[in-house]
């Protein structure tokens, strides 16, 4: 089992920056791709970011990129997700989650993840 921790969101306008974290207990991150996804109310869950259980390869929703940088920490077996010039249509829950997969491969489904954090709100005002 592995149990991850969501951390950093909070209220910014939009322009600026946040730095989201999670941290796993329970099992190395190392063996784990690890994804941050989002979700408003009524909509489904979709893909931000991923990154691979080495880190050499990461991957973004094309909403994202550029603005967004995902990077681990495995010896902290902690995840990161930077993110700037946030827009009013960032706002949302941001989950972390990993999944048990080979090595260099960045998985973007939701269903392709095994554990997930319990979200953290990130608010971005106009």
């Known amino acids: 089992q592995v149990q991850l921790v969501d951390a950093g969101g909070g209220l910014v306008q939009a322009g600026g920056s946040l730095r989201l974290s999670c941290v796993a207990s329970?099992?190395?991150?190392?063996?784990?791709?690890l994804g941050w996804f989002r979700q408003t109310p009524g909509k489904e869950r979709e893909f931000v970011a991923a990154?691979?259980?080495?880190?050499?390869?990461?991957s973004y929703a094309d909403s994202v990129a550029g603005r967004f940088t995902i990077s681990r920490d495995n010896a902290k077996n902690t995840v990161y997700l930077q993110m700037n010039s946030l827009k009013p249509e960032d706002t949302a829950v941001y989950y972390c989650?990993?999944?048990?997969?080979?090595?260099?491969?960045?998985?973007?489904?939701?269903?392709?993840?095994?554990?997930w954090g319990q979200g953290t709100q990130v608010t971005v005002s106009s």
């Open positions: 329970g099992r190395t991150l190392s063996n784990y791709a």
């Open positions: 989650a990993a999944d048990a997969t080979r090595y260099l491969y960045t998985p973007r489904g939701e269903s392709e993840y095994d554990y």
């Open positions: 990154i691979s259980r080495g880190g050499s390869s990461t």
